[in-house]
C-alpha cells in the first residue's frame, strides 16, 4: 500500500468517525435556535481538531517508516486517481447545492442550512476520497 | 474493472535484467512501485511516455514490451 493511499485511508476513517459523532450528536431539538447554530459552530471545533490531528499523526508516522516514498511526487496514476475522485465528488456536491437552493424556499432556520452545507460537503469529500481508495485498490 | 487489449511482458524482462525489482523500475520510470505493479496486472494502462520509458529502461522497442492482443478489434 503506497504512502498516499494510507494518508487516503486515514483521512477517510478520520472523516467518517469526526463527522459521524457531530451528526449522531448534534442537538437537533434545537437547529431552529440561535443555540443551533452556536452548536455547530462549538461542534466544528473538536471535529476539526480531531482530523487535522489524525491526518498530521498518520502522515508524520508513515513519512517517518518510508522517508523516500513519502517525499515522491504524484505519478501519472495517482494524479488520475485524483481527477477521477474529484469528478465523481462534484455529483454530491452539485445534488447538495440544489437541495440547499430549494430548501431555501420553505424558509428553514440558518441551522438547518447550515447542517444541510456541511452534510452536502462531507458526503461530496467522503465519495472523493472513497472513490480514490477504491481505484487505488482496483485500478482501472 | 474491464480488461486491457494488450499485455506486457515486464516482469519477465525484469528478471531477466539481474532481478530488478518494481520499486528499481519505478525510480528508473518516474513513477511509482505501486503503478509498476498496477501495470504488470493489467490493472492500469500506462501513458504512451511511460511506456517508452519502460521500453528504453529494457533497451526494447514499445512492442517486445507491449503486445496487443490478437482476439481484441
Known amino acids: 500500500m503506497s504512502f498516499r493511499e494510507k494518508t487516503h485511508w486515514a483521512a477517510f476513517l478520520a472523516l467518517a468517525f469526526a463527522f459521524g459523532w457531530y451528526f449522531l450528536a448534534y442537538p437537533w431539538a434545537m437547529v431552529s435556535t440561535d443555540a443551533g447554530v452556536a452548536a455547530v459552530a462549538g461542534m466544528l471545533v473538536p471535529v476539526t481538531i480531531i482530523i487535522v490531528a489524525v491526518m498530521a499523526a498518520t502522515a508524520t508516522f508513515f513519512a517517518i517508516r518510508a522517508p523516500k516514498e513519502a517525499n515522491l511526487k504524484e505519478d501519472e496514476r495517482e494524479r488520475s486517481i485524483h481527477i477521477r475522485g474529484t469528478h465523481l465528488a462534484y455529483y454530491p456536491l452539485v445534488l447538495g447545492a440544489w437541495i440547499n437552493m430549494i430548501a431555501i424556499f420553505y424558509r428553514f432556520s440558518p441551522g438547518v442550512y447550515l447542517n444541510l452545507l456541511m452534510a452536502t460537503v462531507v458526503i461530496a469529500e467522503l465519495v472523493r476520497v472513497g472513490s480514490q481508495l477504491y481505484y487505488y485498490r482496483r485500478g482501472y | ?48 511516455e511511460v511506456a517508452f520509458r519502460i521500453a528504453h529502461v529494457f533497451n526494447k522497442p514499445l512492442e517486445e514490451v507491449f503486445r496487443w492482443q490478437k482476439d481484441i478489434d
Open chain 2, 1 to 48: 474493472m474491464a480488461q486491457l487489449p494488450f499485455t506486457n511482458d515486464i516482469r519477465m524482462l525484469r528478471f531477466l535484467m539481474f532481478e530488478m525489482t518494481q520499486g528499481d523500475l519505478g525510480d528508473r520510470v518516474g513513477v511509482t512501485r505501486q503503478t509498476i505493479a498496477a501495470i504488470e496486472q493489467g490493472k492500469y494502462s500506462p501513458s504512451l
